[in-house]
């Protein structure tokens, strides 16, 4: 027997013969399939390098899909989500012109999220049953009509404005057609890079922070409604022409088995996680604009700016979040971030002396919150790959769910107590009630999910 074959003898237990597995190599050459015993001559070969690793990885990974797909995604996901959460930086100057109170201010940011969340369900069905690339179609054709109609007909009031925001709902159920869209054109080891990159698309409510605000002083913020369209409508000539279904799409499901998802227990923990990861994140997206101004009097436009460098920080680190997934697991990933996240949000509560320091807090827990979205959509497929449409649909709900408590409760926190400070706290419990989950239910997962993975190599 050679130095690098494995044992070739057959054994038996509880009634099963099994082949002990040669042993194989970490990582597979190119043109070498991933799994082939070690010749002879290789037992002793040196170790690759990192960078080659990477390379190698990068050209896997290229291979595997469709790029020009997933960049159609990420545009799509970033310039609906840039609109979905316009209404908060918008909303120092809506709040001065109808007078609104702190909980009404709240409750503006957070119905477009509560919106969002609802019709996500919905969006998860029709990719499930028309395929990604027309429901994506659909819902932009929505959102370029009611922004229009908003622009030219006029908001006159506060119901007015609640109205748009159950319209830019429909462009937040967008994650639940971009995320597919790009997912379904990957294998399982790359799960995690290809949902951070398209879910990088958070990055759009950091354009809102960053223009809106700027734009609404010298246009007024009417009008920067009618200046939204512009970008979308490029948008999607791009997924027009870009975006192609996955050959594989799975077939269309009766309305008993999307049912029989919510009758599975794993599909309501990775609600609950995603509830907090994805919760917290947009609705500080939402929120944060308004929260530097009342707290610590900077102007609409320099409370943007704040807000930008905040959502970036939470929307660039989603792949990193997945990558660091596909790498250590996502349950190690989510375990640290859960913590990270409690511990940011606690900090933000106390209201630091300085602007600086609000920042420096708040930036570390959206970073924390952006990583963990990437991670638990690492999770997702493995455990839900035939029905990650659906699934994707119910694990964005609750995301919106816990945004709009998030930006709601803030809002009734200030008005009731003066401070922001209950509002944080309580969203921080919830990461730490996450965590203790995740540990609860992690042994079971790692036990009984490897059936779930149709052969790829499991990363909890």
């Given at each position: 027997m050679g130095a690098g074959a494995g044992i070739g003898v057959t054994s038996r237990r509880g009634g099963v013969f099994i082949e002990p597995r040669p042993r194989t190599t970490a990582f597979a050459a190119p043109g070498q399939a991933q799994g082939r015993a070690l010749p002879h001559g290789d037992a002793a070969a040196p170790p690759q390098s990192a960078r080659g690793l990477i390379r190698m990885s990068a050209r896997s990974f290229l291979k595997a899909g469709h790029p020009p797909t997933l960049f159609a995604a990420f545009l799509?996901?970033?310039?609906?989500?840039?609109?979905?959460?316009?209404?908060?930086?918008?909303?120092?100057?809506?709040?001065?012109?109808?007078?609104?109170?702190?909980?009404?201010?709240?409750?503006?940011?957070?119905?477009?999220?509560?919106?969002?969340?609802?019709?996500?369900?919905?969006?998860?069905v029709l990719v499930d049953h028309i395929g990604p690339k027309r429901t994506g179609l659909i819902g932009q054709l929505v959102v370029l009509a009611g922004l229009a109609a908003a622009w030219r007909?006029?908001?006159?009031g506060?119901?007015?404005?609640?109205?748009?925001?159950?319209?830019?709902?429909?462009?937040?159920?967008?994650?639940?057609?971009a995320l597919p869209l790009a997912s379904r054109w990957y294998p399982p080891e790359h799960q995690g890079l290809?949902?951070?990159?398209a879910g990088a698309g958070n990055s759009g409510t950091a354009l809102a922070a960053l223009f809106a605000p700027a734009l609404a002083q010298r246009f007024g913020?009417?009008?920067?409604?009618?200046?939204?369209?512009?970008?979308?409508?490029?948008?999607?000539?791009?997924?027009?022409?870009?975006?192609?279904?996955?050959?594989?799409?799975?077939?269309?499901?009766?309305l008993s088995e999307y049912l029989s998802v919510l009758?599975?227990?794993?599909?309501?923990?990775?609600?609950?996680?995603?509830?907090?990861?994805?919760?917290?994140?947009?609705?500080?997206?939402?929120?944060?604009?308004?929260?530097?101004n009342a707290e610590y009097g900077l102007p609409a436009v320099t409370a943007g700016f704040f807000t930008a460098a905040c959502v970036f920080a939470g929307s660039f680190v989603r792949p990193v979040?997945?990558?660091?997934?596909?790498?250590?697991?996502?349950?190690?990933?989510?375990?640290?971030?859960?913590?990270?996240?409690?511990?940011?949000?606690?900090?933000?509560?106390?209201?630091?002396?300085s602007v600086w320091m609000a920042l420096a807090v708040i930036l570390f827990a959206m970073a924390a919150l952006g990583a963990g979205?990437?991670?638990?959509?690492?999770?997702?497929?493995?455990?839900?790959?035939?029905?990650?449409?659906?699934?994707?649909?119910?694990?964005?709900?609750?995301?919106?769910?816990?945004?709009?408590?998030?930006?709601?409760?803030?809002?009734?926190?200030?008005?009731?107590?003066?401070?922001?400070?209950?509002?944080?706290?309580?969203?921080?419990?919830?990461?730490?009630?996450?965590?203790?989950?995740?540990?609860?239910?992690?042994?079971?997962?790692?036990?009984?999910?490897?059936?779930?993975?149709?052969?790829?190599?499991?990363?909890?």
């Open positions: 799509y996901f970033d310039l609906s989500f840039m609109v979905w959460v316009i209404l908060g930086p918008l909303g120092v100057a809506i709040a001065t012109d109808f007078g609104l109170t702190p909980a009404e201010k709240g409750l503006m940011v957070a119905v477009p999220v509560l919106a969002g969340a609802v019709l996500r369900l919905f969006a998860g007909l006029g908001i006159g506060y119901p007015q404005v609640l109205a748009l925001g159950c319209v830019l709902g429909v462009a937040g159920a967008s994650f639940a057609v290809a949902l951070g990159i913020w009417e009008n920067v409604i009618g200046l939204a369209t512009l970008p979308l409508a490029a948008a999607f000539v791009v997924y027009l022409v870009f975006a192609r279904d996955a050959p594989d799409r799975p077939p269309p499901k009766r009758r599975t227990a794993d599909a309501w923990w990775l609600m609950l996680l995603y509830g907090v990861t994805f919760g917290g994140f947009v609705g500080l997206s939402s929120s944060l604009t308004i929260y530097f979040g997945g990558a660091l997934a596909d790498r250590f697991g996502g349950v190690r990933t989510l375990s640290v971030v859960y913590l990270l996240a409690a511990l940011g949000l606690a900090l933000a509560s106390f209201q630091p002396p979205n990437g991670a638990v959509f690492q999770l997702a497929p493995q455990r839900f790959g035939k029905e990650i449409g659906v699934v994707t649909g119910l694990v964005g709900m609750t995301g919106g769910i816990g945004g709009f408590y998030l930006a709601s409760s803030l809002g009734w926190a200030k008005q009731v107590t003066g401070s922001y400070q209950a509002g944080l706290l309580a969203f921080a419990a919830l990461a730490l009630v996450a965590l203790a989950c995740l540990t609860g239910v992690k042994a079971r997962w790692r036990r009984t999910w490897a059936g779930e993975a149709a052969g790829a190599p499991l990363r909890l």
